[in-house]
């Protein structure tokens, strides 16, 4: 019995998996991007955290065994509720 290989039908598979591998490969790169964009986000989170942290941490002050924040010459932000 002779082998019958059918040419058309094993390129058009081959070609519908190399789409598939190719989608799945682009997917992957998405996916890795998002999570270091994520991640660059969070850490400028922690050190603007950090940042405000030191700020206040300059404006406390003791005297007499009492602590005292001292918020003098500060710029407030006024901001409108939203109803």
């Given at each position: 019995?002779?082998?019958?290989?059918y040419?058309?039908?094993?390129?058009?598979?081959?070609?519908?998996?190399?789409?598939?591998?190719?989608?799945?490969?682009?997917?992957?790169?998405?996916?890795?991007d998002?999570?270091?964009?994520?991640?660059?986000?969070?850490?400028?989170?922690?050190?603007?955290?950090?940042?405000?942290?030191?700020?206040?941490?300059?404006?406390?002050?003791?005297?007499?065994?009492?602590?005292?924040?001292?918020?003098?010459?500060?710029?407030?932000?006024?901001?409108?509720?939203?109803?």
């Open positions: 019995m002779a082998a019958v290989v040419v058309g039908s094993i390129s058009s598979i081959r070609a519908l998996w190399e789409g598939r591998i190719q989608q799945h490969q682009e997917d992957l790169k998405a996916q890795k998002r999570r270091r964009k994520k991640g660059v986000g969070e850490i400028s989170n922690v050190w603007e955290s950090r940042i405000q942290l030191s700020r206040l941490k300059e404006k406390v002050c003791n005297e007499d065994g009492r602590l005292i924040l001292r918020i003098e010459k500060e710029e407030w932000k006024v901001r409108q509720l939203q109803k």
